[in-house]
């Protein structure tokens, strides 16, 4: 396999494209807005540029790698793919019409992976004819930077696909661990709740966003807080996680804080927007 297309050029979208650029995939990074795929190579180059500086590639090099990534609009630019991997916004219905779509502009035979931080990997298999080729393939964030991937096998999914789904991302030069398709999967599973009780903390006065991230740092040895994390990964899509963690595993423990759901209303949605439990200028 040498060929890949990712659908969305959003954060992680615009990090997978580049991942697999620069390990020699010829790249088509799809997108339904022009204005999101400007961005999105934008972000490549700067990542680029902080590859370069730190020696982790050369000028040469990143002329190739850019070389190898293709904008398109539509999902044409999936129709001689041998993997593709869909990057759209946490939103089943979305998620859905995407794969629908998907499986009759892919070739038949090639592998389509979801990098859905939640949602069931069998329920988005169930809208192609060819269940036995999806997977899911959760990227960490930064996708340049970290070294992640959550491999999810649907109910459908096939040995063989998982198998070469492996190799792919071992290929990528990162980790892959094979978990089965629940709520959440690990990683947000138990990320999620975390964050959640980090936003109860504050909601009821125990603590100031810095305090609670600063016990998280120096007292556990996270690197970042739980409030800035969320702030990273984005207010909205952690609500739209606990959200589906709440309503598949029916555990009131999963139920999001009144304080999230605000923030999410009025669009305070972390780095993205400027605004979130920090104030981003950039």
Request: with cysteine; hydrophobic share 45%; glycine share 10%.
């Amino acid at each position: 396999m040498s060929r890949v297309a990712v659908i969305g050029a959003g954060t992680m979208g615009n990090g997978i494209a580049h991942v697999f650029a620069q390990h020699g995939w010829e790249t088509a990074l799809i997108d339904v807005s022009e204005d999101a795929l400007g961005r999105g190579m934008q972000t490549i180059k700067q990542n680029l540029d902080r590859q370069m500086k730190k020696g982790a590639v050369s000028g040469a090099q990143c002329a190739g790698i850019l070389e190898r990534i293709r904008t398109s609009t539509s999902l044409d630019g999936a129709n001689d793919a041998d993997f593709v991997v869909e990057a759209a916004t946490e939103n089943p219905e979305i998620k859905f019409k995407i794969f629908r779509d998907l499986d009759a502009a892919a070739p038949a035979g090639a592998i389509l992976a979801t990098n859905t931080s939640s949602i069931s990997i069998t329920r988005i298999a169930a809208q192609t004819r060819r269940p036995a080729r999806v997977i899911g393939m959760h990227f960490m964030n930064p996708v340049p930077v970290m070294t992640l991937v959550e491999v999810i096998r649907g109910m459908e999914t096939s040995k063989e696909t998982v198998e070469q789904t492996v190799e792919v991302v071992r290929g990528l030069n990162k980790t892959p661990v094979e978990v089965s398709d629940s709520p959440g999967f690990v990683s947000n599973r138990v990320l999620m709740p975390m964050i959640n009780e980090a936003i109860f903390c504050l909601m009821e006065g125990v603590a100031t966003p810095e305090a609670i991230d600063q016990v998280m740092k120096l007292g556990m040895n996270h690197p970042i807080g739980p409030l800035a994390l969320a702030d990273l990964i984005g207010l909205d899509t952690c609500l739209a996680i606990l959200e589906v963690l709440q309503g598949g595993l029916g555990d009131p423990k999963y139920r999001p804080a009144s304080l999230l759901r605000k923030m999410v209303a009025a669009g305070r949605l972390g780095r993205k927007s400027g605004q979130g439990f920090y104030a981003y200028r950039d």
